[in-house]
């Protein structure tokens, strides 16, 4: 069995290959990986177990398909997380978001159509829905992306959806919630958060902090993955959740608790252009068909992330070095 992970330098695409070589799922122990990733700033080497002999890592673009119809053959899966993915860089560049999240997954797919790879899942976002301001979105529910970034992963995720229904692809589509956990780059808001009140340095909370996100931590994402891929049905769409919704003020007097950092260093930052209000996934379908259900609790894995941060200031700090904005 041979698997082929597009972004799999990145945050979650790294937990996965971690966990997959570490014999972390069922049924998969001797599981060849293909690690394909462009090492942009979020993707890292680092993030890898580089030395792993089923390990092997390919530098390159998603958008290139001769270099996909080079790598793919003898791939039975693809695992497809390569993406642009932070929205306040795609307000001031569209373009390269549209161009990895919505060409690049049409030429993976061709890809993989013209190669035979077996199944795929695609990795996407509950940002693709909009905003909510009661009740939680269903798979059923039409997409409204606000953002350049959540326009990208809709038309990547309508890309997917055709070459099944066109081509007969076995596509999966996975919409997440916000995902937390180790190596995630600096950028994001809870490692942004820790990174900074342990440097002492003050933090920017977005308008009034009223904003409400689910929280998910990587390790369930990945499980919740490779549920998808193992018993996923072909052409269906899972939402995964884990019903830890906060705002963006809670969230960040807890990152200030478990830190022990002074409140003073929050600063109110002018809010995002497009702010979406209010993410709430329903998980319902994932959970009676595949029995996926959250194993990590929030504030335990919140503490354990703080720590991990606390104790790898070799890994983030470059990180804050090399972009002056964070």
């Known amino acids: 069995m ?7 330098a990145g945050f979650i695409g790294s ?13 998969r122990d001797g599981v060849q990986v293909t690690v394909l990733d462009k090492l942009t700033y979020a ?9 792993h002999p089923r390990l092997t890592f390919v530098r390159g673009d998603v958008c290139d398909l001769p270099l996909l119809l080079k790598v793919l053959p003898g791939h039975d899966e693809v695992v497809h997380f ?3 993915s932070h929205v306040d860089r795609s307000l001031d560049a569209a373009a390269d978001f549209v161009r990895t999240n919505v060409l690049g997954t049409q030429a993976l797919l061709e890809a993989c159509l013209r190669t035979g790879v077996r199944r795929v899942v695609h990795v996407s976002t509950d940002e693709v829905y909009g905003t909510i301001d009661e009740g939680a979105w269903t798979e059923e529910w ?3 992306p606000n953002s350049p970034y959540a326009a990208s992963k809709a038309s990547a995720d309508l890309i997917a959806r055709s070459y099944g229904r066109t081509h007969g692809l076995d596509v999966r589509i996975t919409r997440c919630s916000n995902n937390y956990g180790p190596y995630q780059h600096v950028e994001k808001l809870i490692p942004r958060f820790i990174t900074g009140l342990l440097s002492g340095e003050s933090v920017p909370l977005y308008g009034d902090g009223a904003n409400v996100r689910e929280w998910l931590h ?3 994402h990945c499980r919740a993955i490779q549920l998808v891929l193992d018993k996923g049905r072909p052409g269906e769409i899972y939402n995964i959740g884990s019903g830890n919704a906060l705002t963006n003020r809670q969230m960040s007097d807890r990152l200030l608790t478990l830190v022990g950092a002074d409140p003073g260093l929050i600063r109110r930052a002018t809010d995002r252009k497009g702010h979406d209000l209010r993410y709430a996934l329903d998980d319902t379908k994932i ?4 029995g996926y259900e959250p194993t990590v609790p ?10 991990w941060y606390r104790d790898n200031p070799g890994w983030w700090k470059p990180l804050r070095e090399s972009d002056p904005g964070i």
């Open 43 to 51: 993707g890292n080497l680092a993030n890898l177990p580089m030395e």
């Open 15 to 27: 937990h996965y290959v971690r966990t997959l070589l570490a014999g972390g799922y069922p049924g």
């Open 287 to 290: 959970r009676e068909e595949l």
């Open 2 to 8: 041979s698997v082929l992970v597009t972004g799999g």
């Open 82 to 84: 390569a993406a642009e």
């Open 298 to 307: 929030f504030m335990q894995g919140l503490a354990d992330n703080v720590a």
């Open 218 to 220: 990587v390790h369930d």
């Open 142 to 144: 039409p997409l409204a």
